[in-house]
């Protein structure tokens, strides 16, 4: 029998990358781009502006943050905390330039900078930074934490939180604290502390709503999925449409650039935000299972190698992304359909947005660096 | 492994995650699988638009074919009032484009005459840049739009204008009643006249459009449509050249009154209103229907406004809106004494040959109630022949006692019974509506109005005094000049009593002819020669004879080949001046035309009716028509 040839280099990083998550993550970048173009090129055809417009800008992103991806999966991530505290330094710098003049504005929100033709969101960059530095700090006490050390993390996560609120945008904050949350649970917190945290999250978010520290759209945006048949026309209107129109896909869908409610124009910020309306109009359910499914894919290989990673630092880091796709996922579909609050956060990897999109593609080079050196 | 491994705490972890994924799917779930069929039909409802194009209204034509009531398209400045409610800018930048004052445009978009439903026109015949500017500029006009608008318009100017009717809007009493035939509130409508009678063939059929529209309401494409089918023509039995004809001697005839001297009351004559009516004894057509005074039927193009709609039904205006011709309700006068010697000479009272002296008066029953001629002339010993020629009362005073004593025999309403045969008391049926039925007073009649009225009335009962009043056409005793006309027509054409036909036929857009209005016969009044011929000779002398009581206006009139029988009138109205009338059908034997002439105290028949009825054969006649005088001397 002849014996088993051992590799010379078996711990090799790259003989270890995770080809599933690096499938799951084309096929939803790829069905993201139909998507795009299939909400946008009438719209486009109709201004007499390329109907690819979109498409082709989102394919541009989606190369950049493959590009980005394999440079964070190249560099092993024990060197990346190194830089941790440059970055966070960084992050804060980037996030409070922004909010003053030099940043852009609109739509009442003060959350880029113009570059030429691009939009630079530092909110979304901010998310990935998050993940490192509450990784790395979590990941130096052993799997303990004691109510110091969380305390410790909640005030270095509040710094930027804070100057994201001034932009102010409440989604990117809510994905902070899921991020926050999740680290935290597995970095060995102690279970007294994240019922605390639990109770002052439920308890902040009914102050904020009733405490006028919001607008009033934004308390009416939030709160219109609690009362789906007030007002059609007004505040549930975008609600109204978007569920209407993913119901309206029924089993399989209209077919592919088949639905009225899309090619209409009756779903606001359908190409960004509800892109998800698309996919369950045209699509139908057997769409939204697959498009679910490809999700799962992505944070089952991200939970996965959190167990598998070689060290806390590494499994922290995957909890982070795992955290940031999951709230965003379960967020954004919730909210196109119903069961959450409207709040401006992307669906990873579909909606249209440069920052979004690179941030994602960013998030899933960490865990393939994580997974690629769990044996090195 | 310890119970607070990182390991455990990311199995709980996935739980959370695995839970959330499955809340995610059930949501979606529930929203395809079990909502889907009703959002399906929302979905659809929000793209689908249905849209109404009004089809242009069909053509009135004369019975040549001239038309007299067309369409015009316009270009037309429309605002949306809901949508101009919003931005108060808009008036002022229209204003500047349309160069007009901002108060006047407001006070047009006010107009309470547009319906609410409707986008209201505000400017009318705009140069075609300013629509397209408009329509370039949409974003600053919400609400503005640059229209074609189709109109009513009236080649012939106010020709007719009674008969041809007007449309206006559609209100809730009749749109409630053709709720199923597709009507919608803002529809236009045929009011009056020939339009609302022939309303279903003029109007045509709607198109529907079905508009595959955008989320702010732009339309993308049309997912289905149907064309909006023209309205039919319709083809009148009226001729415009004697309708002009008519309306014109009747102003003529109205203007000659009102410059005569009313001796009696030592006054001109008021001479404020009056009718002709011309129509072919074989089959009942109308050839014209005048009324006088008339309006200009353009007035009610795109709404009326209430002021001049008023001025329309004022009285002290002359109410220019009433068809006097069959809306208006005269004692006959002399004119009904065909009536009387039909029924007389029917019911064996007297023979063709019976004489009777008229000595001016007469007593009533032999008692002394005396009741004489209108002039207090004898005729001397006169048959029924010569008391028509002469209209001689007495004889028929005579013949109302006659009956009065006789009626264990005749019954008590054998002249109301013959003037029932001859359609008086009815409708006489023409489509067009809002005819007056007039009133065949008889014992019954009486008794209901003292019942109704017994104030006005105050006897119930019917008297000798009251046979002989109606023997001679007066009493309570009314008739619409074109039920007059329809009972001589029916006379002349031996008998047979026409609904009066006013559409000849409809024709379709492309000028194929899809029906035919058939003559219709109502009824059949017994004229046999022993009748009719006494009678005939009688009203032929009205005109040739010289003692006839139309002898006067008809002297010079050339009756070879043209022999005109007829019968004047002059009615008694209480606290008015009398009402002339005139009726007469000729060429004698073959009458082609009956022409019956009504005029509100204008004094005497023969002098007044009767020269604008010559005026009109004159000219039906080729003859040169005369102009018309009215003296103001005395005749019947």
Redesign the interface.
């Known amino acids: 029998m002849a014996g088993l040839r051992v590799p010379r280099n078996a711990a090799a990083p790259w003989r270890h990358l995770d080809f599933s998550l690096i499938a799951a993550t084309v096929a939803l970048a790829s069905l993201g781009i139909v998507m795009i173009y299939s909400a946008t090129n009438h719209k486009l055809e109709q201004s007499g502006i390329d109907p690819y417009f979109y498409v082709k800008k989102q394919a541009t992103w989606i190369a950049l943050g493959a590009v980005l991806m394999a440079v964070v999966a190249t560099i092993d991530y024990r060197r990346l905390r190194e830089f941790a505290p440059v970055l966070y330094g960084g992050a804060v710098l980037v996030l409070a330039a922004v909010i003053s003049p030099v940043g852009s504005n609109a739509k009442g929100a003060q959350a880029w900078f113009q570059l030429g033709p691009f939009k630079f969101e530092p909110s979304e960059w901010a998310k990935v930074v998050l993940i490192l530095c509450v990784a790395s700090y979590g990941a130096s006490h052993r799997g303990e934490l004691s109510g110091r050390q969380v305390l410790g993390v909640l005030v270095l996560a509040a710094v930027p939180m804070a100057l994201i609120e001034l932009q102010p945008d409440l989604g990117t904050n809510l994905v902070f604290m899921a991020i926050l949350m999740a680290v935290l649970l597995v970095a060995g917190a102690r279970p007294r502390h994240i019922a605390t945290l639990t109770v002052l999250g439920i308890v902040g978010s009914v102050a904020v709503l009733q405490l006028g520290v919001l607008k009033q759209y934004q308390v009416d945006r939030l709160t219109a999925f609690l009362h789906p048949t007030g007002d059609v026309r007004g505040s549930t209107y975008n609600l109204h449409q978007s569920v209407n129109a993913i119901a309206a896909g029924s089993l399989t869908g209209k077919g592919l650039f088949k639905g009225t409610q899309t090619n209409l124009g009756f779903v606001p910020e359908q190409h960004t935000d509800f892109i998800f309306t698309v996919v369950g109009e045209e699509l139908g359910f057997a769409g939204a299972i697959t498009l679910l499914a490809l999700f799962a894919i992505v944070v089952w290989r991200t939970w996965r190698t959190a167990g598998l990673a070689r060290d806390l630092f590494g499994t922290l880091l995957c909890v982070g992304v795992l955290a940031m796709f999951v709230f965003q996922v379960f967020e954004n579909v919730g909210m196109t359909m119903g069961i959450m609050p409207i709040t401006g956060i992307p669906l990873p990897f579909m909606s249209y947005g440069g920052s979004a999109t690179i941030a994602c593609f960013v998030g899933v080079g960490l865990v393939l660096n994580v997974h690629m050196r769990r044996f090195a | 492994m310890s119970l ?4 455990l ?2 199995g ?3 739980v959370v ?1 695995a839970s ?2 499955a ?3 059930a ?3 529930y ?3 079990v ?6 039909l ?3 409802g ?2 689908v638009r249905t849209v109404t194009i009004p089809a242009p209204r069909g053509r009135i034509l004369d019975r040549q074919g001239r038309p007299l009531v067309v369409n015009q398209e316009i270009n037309a400045v429309t605002v949306s009032r809901a949508q101009l409610s919003k931005r108060s800018d808009v008036l002022e930048k229209l204003a500047r484009v349309l160069v007009m004052p901002v108060d006047e445009l407001q006070r047009k978009v006010d107009d309470k005459r547009f319906s609410p439903y409707k986008p209201v026109p505000v400017a009318e015949n705009v140069p075609k840049d300013k629509l397209i500017y408009i329509g370039e500029h949409a974003a600053d006009f919400p609400g503005v739009e640059g229209v074609r608008l189709t109109q009513r318009a009236y080649p012939q100017g106010n020709i007719a204008a009674h008969l041809l009717g007007y449309v206006a809007e559609i209100n809730d009493k009749e749109l409630a009643a053709r709720k199923n035939k597709g009507y919608k509130a803002g529809d236009e409508i045929g009011k009056s006249g020939i339009e609302a009678a022939y309303e279903d063939d003029l109007r045509g059929s709607p198109g529907i459009e079905q508009l ?5 309401g732009r339309v ?1 494409r049309t997912i289905a449509s149907k064309l909006p089918s023209t309205g039919h023509d319709v083809k009148l039995t009226v001729d415009i050249d004697i309708q002009k004809l008519a309306e014109d001697s009747l102003d003529r005839g109205l203007k000659a009154a009102r410059a005569a001297n009313d001796r009696e009351r030592k006054k001109h004559f008021l001479a404020p209103a009056g009718s002709v009516v011309v129509l072919d004894p074989h089959d009942g057509s109308v050839l014209a229907l005048a009324s006088n005074p008339t309006y200009d039927p353009a007035k009610f193009i795109g709404g009326i406004t209430l002021a001049d709609f008023a001025a329309l039904q004022d009285p002290a205006q002359g109410s220019p809106l009433t068809d006097r011709a069959t809306q208006g309700q005269y004692a006959p006068g002399s004119t009904f004494k065909l009536i009387t010697s039909v029924a007389a000479l029917r019911a064996g009272v007297i023979n063709p040959n019976s004489s009777f002296t008229d000595a001016g008066c007469y007593l009533i029953g032999g008692s002394k109630q005396r009741v004489c001629n209108a002039l207090h002339e004898s005729h001397g010993p006169v048959n029924v022949t010569r008391a028509l020629t002469v209209s001689s009362d007495v004889f028929y005073y005579h013949l109302g006692d006659v009956f009065w004593q006789t009626r264990r025999q005749n019954g008590e309403t054998p002249i109301q019974d013959v003037a029932h045969e001859f359609g008086l008391g009815k409708s006489s049926g023409i489509p067009v509506g809002g005819e007056s039925p007039g009133l065949v007073s008889t014992p019954e009649t009486r008794r209901k109005l003292h019942d109704k009225y017994p104030k006005a009335y105050p006897n119930g009962q019917w008297f000798a005094g009251d046979n002989v009043n109606l023997a001679i056409g007066q009493g309570e005793l009314t008739v619409t000049p074109l039920q007059l006309a329809n009972a001589y027509a029916a006379f002349a054409n031996g008998g047979t009593l026409y609904e009066p036909r006013v559409a000849d036929s409809v024709i379709d857009a492309d000028g194929k002819p899809v029906r035919t209005v058939a003559p219709k016969a109502n009824g059949h009044v017994d004229l046999p020669p022993s009748v009719r011929d006494p009678i005939m000779r009688g009203l032929l002398g009205v005109t040739s004879d010289p003692r006839g009581t139309a002898a006067g206006a008809f002297s010079g009139f050339s009756q070879a080949g043209f022999q005109v029988a007829g019968k004047t009138g002059t009615a008694q109205v209480v606290n008015k001046q009398d009402t002339a009338l005139f009726t007469c059908f000729g060429p004698f034997p073959d009458s082609r035309y009956e022409v019956t002439v009504v005029m509100e105290e204008a004094g005497f028949g023969a002098d007044a009716a009767a020269p604008v009825a010559r005026r009109i054969l004159d000219v039906l006649a080729g003859h040169t028509p005369k102009d018309i005088t009215v003296t103001g001397i005395p005749g019947d």
């Open positions: 607070d491994s990182p390991r705490r990311l709980v972890l996935g995650v959330l994924f809340a995610l799917l949501r979606a779930w929203l395809q699988v909502q889907a069929p009703t959002a399906r929302e979905a659809n929000n793209r595959e529209v955008d989320a702010r993308l």
